[in-house]
């Protein structure tokens, strides 16, 4: 009995184990699914689905900054400055790797709320700090 009890317990949590991994994979082929089908709902501007798709990704997992950046998009795209504005500025903060790309957005965003000064100096600042990029320029 003694020998059965063990084993039993090993069992168990090797099927937990499996289990735990299915949902997880689950989770994650599911959270790319839906960030796929915003990102073709946004390509072909149907604006208000994929706000609202992304929302609900971004609320789910708001570490990830490639759906923070769609949703950031979208936002723009549907006029909503003063969230993309928000969304554009925290992206700022924690993706560095686009920082340049998130700047000049964000530049854009304020052009359009009617804040000049602040869009030039953004827009002035990333062509300062980047190195000559005839897109961004042009941009």
């Given amino acids: 009995m003694s ?12 099927v937990l184990a499996v289990a735990l991994a299915a949902i997880v994979l689950l989770h ?10 915003a990102r073709y709902l946004l390509s072909n501007w149907k604006l208000v689905e994929a ?9 789910d997992d708001p570490s990830s900054l490639e759906t923070r950046r769609i949703y950031a998009e979208c936002l723009f795209k549907r006029g909503e400055l003063k969230k993309a504005r928000d969304e ?17 957005s964000l530049a854009f965003v304020h052009f359009f709320l ?8 953004l827009a002035n600042q990333m062509l300062r700090r ?9 941009r």
């Fill in 3 to 14: 020998l059965r009890t063990p084993l039993c317990s090993r069992i168990l949590l090797s």
């Fill in 28 to 37: 994650l082929t599911d959270f790319q699914r839906k960030t796929a089908s």
């Fill in 51 to 59: 706000e609202s798709m992304l929302r609900s990704l971004v609320e």
């Fill in 88 to 104: 554009y500025a925290a992206l700022l903060r924690f993706d560095s790797a686009q920082a340049p790309s998130h700047q000049l």
């Fill in 114 to 121: 009617g804040n000049f000064d602040t869009a030039s100096s």
């Fill in 130 to 138: 980047t190195p000559f990029d005839s897109t961004g320029m042009a």
